[in-house]
T-cell receptor, first 115, second 116 residues
Framework: AQSVTQLDSQVPVFEEAPVELRCNYS??????LFWYVQYPNQGLQLLLK??????LVESINGFEAEFNKSQTSFHLRKPSVHISDTAEYFC?????????????FGTGTRLLVSP | GAVVSQHPSWVICKSGTSVKIECRSL??????MFWYRQFPKQSLMLMAT?????????EQGVEKDKFLINHASLTLSTLTVTSAHPEDSSFYIC????????????FGPGTRLTVT
């Protein structure tokens, strides 16, 4: 079975400051890794994903995440946040077993950006 | 990009009535659709997985007679909450797996259900 841990339930930060949202996972098999963002009263939007290849993946709005296999982590970072980045962020994994496996979500981290 | 829609976006119903939520994949065919439930300030809880033309597979603890799922076509799945009670009030999100890009799973905008 897989599990995803997001230790920080809430991260307050000032605008233009850097931020890191932590994600660690546990799995006996290899996994795909995802970050989703949820704005208030909306569904989830895929922010970025790691499937294979370069361990550093980037999104179009300045976020990046690095897959660290030895530490089983996939932390999300942004060098300078905006007010509009205020949202809930979910880390998720999908195991690479045969067939389509279900996403396993972390409990989420609420990013609060203030002026 | 792939779009998943849900209708309605919010609904208020009286206790004891049933409510149907539709989930559609607008520009792709979805072999599999997933229904999630999200309580305030919590993560998504998978309720059930449905494949087109077959019965849904429910997660442990989810009452299949209360949450009826129908996956009638490759672009439409419905969730019916039967005999709704206030404790069923929640945010319901559907998700669809692309038949072609098989590792991709797209999420709908969610439906907020309030049972009075």
């Amino acid at each position: 079975a897989q599990s995803v841990t997001q230790l920080d339930s809430q991260v307050p930060v000032f605008e233009e400051a850097p931020v890191e949202l932590r994600c660690n996972y546990s799995s006996s098999v290899s996994v795909y890794l995802f970050w989703y963002v949820q704005y208030p009263n909306q569904g989830l939007q895929l922010l970025l994903k790691y499937l294979s290849g370069s361990t550093l993946v980037e999104s179009i709005n300045g976020f990046e995440a690095e897959f660290n296999k030895s530490q089983t982590s996939f932390h999300l970072r942004k060098p300078s946040v905006h007010i509009s980045d205020t949202a809930e962020y979910f880390c998720a994994v999908r195991p690479l077993n045969t067939g389509f496996q279900k996403l396993v979500f972390g409990t989420g981290t609420r990013l609060l950006v203030s002026p | 990009g792939a779009v998943v829609s849900q209708h309605p976006s919010w609904v208020i119903c009286k206790s004891g009535t049933s409510v149907k939520i539709e989930c559609r994949s607008l520009d792709f065919q979805a072999t599999t659709m997933f229904w999630y439930r999200q309580f305030p300030k919590q993560s998504l809880m998978l309720m059930a997985t449905s494949n087109e033309g077959s019965k849904a597979t429910y997660e442990q603890g989810v009452e299949k007679d209360k949450f009826l799922i129908n996956h009638a076509s490759l672009t439409l799945s419905t969730l019916t909450v039967t005999s709704a009670h206030p404790e069923d009030s929640s945010f319901y999100i559907c998700s669809a797996r692309d038949k072609v890009a098989r590792y991709e799973q797209y999420f709908g905008p969610g439906t907020r259900l309030t049972v009075t």
